[in-house]
């Protein structure tokens, strides 16, 4: 079992910068991929980056690849999503979510098996 909690979110100019964070509690989380996904108002939930447990491998979607970056810490239990030159196109509410066993570049939020309670971003023109 794990829990999710995000962070960080909040109200930013374009082309300003966010980073979010994803607290996790459970012993295993090393072991598991971690996501961030985002979901605009009257929109499907949309990948937005993958990590492996080990940090190792990444997967961005075209939309942020070269503006946002994914990381985790392990040792803090914890996953980031450094976000930089934010577009108001990038507003929507982000969650983090955590799948056993699931390839990197898995986009489908059906395969994620946890999930947290999101973190708006709202980015003004």
């Known amino acids: 079992q794990v829990q999710l909690v995000e962070s960080g979110g909040g109200l930013v100019q374009a082309g300003g910068s966010l980073r979010l964070s994803c607290a996790a509690s459970g012993r295993t989380f090393s072991t598991y991929t971690m996501v961030w996904f985002r979901q605009a108002p009257g929109k499907e939930r949309e990948f937005v980056a993958a990590?492996?447990?080990?940090?190792?491998?990444?997967n961005y979607a075209g939309s942020v690849r070269g503006r946002f970056t994914i990381s985790r810490d392990n040792a803090k239990n914890t996953v980031y999503l450094q976000m930089n030159s934010l577009k108001p196109e990038d507003t929507a509410v982000y969650y983090c979510?955590?799948?056993?066993?699931?390839?990197?570049?898995?986009?489908?939020?059906?395969?994620?098996?946890?999930w947290g309670q999101g973190t708006q971003v709202t980015v003004s023109s």
């Open positions: 990590i492996t447990w080990s940090g190792g491998i990444t």
């Open positions: 979510a955590a799948g056993g066993g699931v390839l990197v570049t898995t986009t489908s939020p059906s395969r994620y098996d946890y």
